[in-house]
Nanobody
């Protein structure tokens, strides 16, 4: 099983980035997908989630209206489009896959619960 994030980097406040997470080794279309982030000295924070078929999404209040999660099950890839970026969005962003996700945030499966290695996003002038 692999989840490989890409698309991170340095961007100025107000700018945009699109993160990608390429999945392999499991039936991607059967898993809910989420993005988390962790800033230095802080706990990992849930950012957004999308259901297995892509029909429903949910966002943390801190990113609602600025970030969009989407997926392409034909390409086994989930995306996070980030607009109007702020310095407080600076963090390592992680992709997460879960076979059984409750209320968009709680993974009920210990066995089918996968994480990527993360990609750094830095928002600074």
């Amino acid at each position: 099983v692999q989840l490989v994030e890409s698309g991170g980097g340095l961007v100025q406040p107000g700018g945009s980035l699109r993160l990608s997470c390429a999945a392999s080794g499991f039936t991607f279309s059967s898993y809910a997908m989420s993005w988390y982030r962790q800033a230095p000295g802080k706990e990992r924070e849930w950012v957004a989630a999308i259901t297995s078929a892509g029909g429903s999404t949910n966002y943390a209040d801190s990113v609602k209206g600025r970030f969009t999660i989407s997926r392409d099950n034909a390409k086994n890839t989930v995306y996070l489009q980030m607009n109007s970026l702020k310095p407080e969005d600076t963090a390592v962003y992680y992709c997460h896959a879960c076979s059984t996700l409750l209320l968009f945030r709680l993974c009920l499966s210990k066995e089918y619960d996968y994480w990527g290695q993360g990609t750094q996003v830095t928002v600074s002038s």
